[in-house]
């Protein structure tokens, strides 16, 4: 059995989107992606606040962190503006942080309740195995205000 306080929950943000730039700070009933999900995960029964992480290069994003009282790795600007090619940059955090295991969670799924990532990380301590990951099919979708679909995947 592990024990929660080898393992890191890290929030990973970047204002540079390119499908919908500044999307962290964009108003989602009447607050923000990330801001959901820091207020989900302080409600949790197994992670400590001391083991949350964001990890953000703006400082638009860091303030947010902030006003949660959640921990804050600073990314490098290389970092806040790769495109996942280099994992090394993307993940610059990865030998940075002193935790055995992270768990890497996007605000990008606001529907995403805080019970699923407990019941997960609970799965995951019990387990003998070294890692785990959850797989979806990777696209999302968003509406604007009248309906009209801004994400094309046609």
Not at 51 to 56: G, K, M, P, T, V
Not at 79 to 97: A, C, N, R, T, V
Request: aromatic fraction near 12%.
């Amino acid at each position: 059995m592990k024990n929660i306080k080898d393992i890191c929950v890290i929030v990973q943000a970047r204002l540079g989107s390119k499908r919908i730039p500044n999307k962290m700070l964009k108003p989602f009933t009447k607050t923000t992606l990330v801001e959901i999900l820091f207020e989900k995960l302080k409600k949790s029964t197994l992670i400590p606040l001391d083991n949350i992480y964001f990890s953000a290069y703006e400082q638009e994003l860091k303030d947010i962190a902030k006003k949660h009282k959640i921990n804050i790795f600073s990314r490098s600007k290389k970092s806040s503006q790769s495109e996942g090619h280099i994992l090394s940059e993307l993940y610059e955090w990865h030998d940075k942080l002193p935790y055995k295991y992270v768990i890497l969670i996007s605000a990008c799924n606001p529907l995403l309740k805080i019970k699923t990532i407990d019941n997960f990380i609970e799965k995951f301590i019990k387990t003998k195995k070294e890692g785990a990951f959850a797989v979806f099919l990777k696209k999302t979708y968003y509406w604007d205000k009248e309906g009209k679909a801004i994400t094309n995947w046609g």
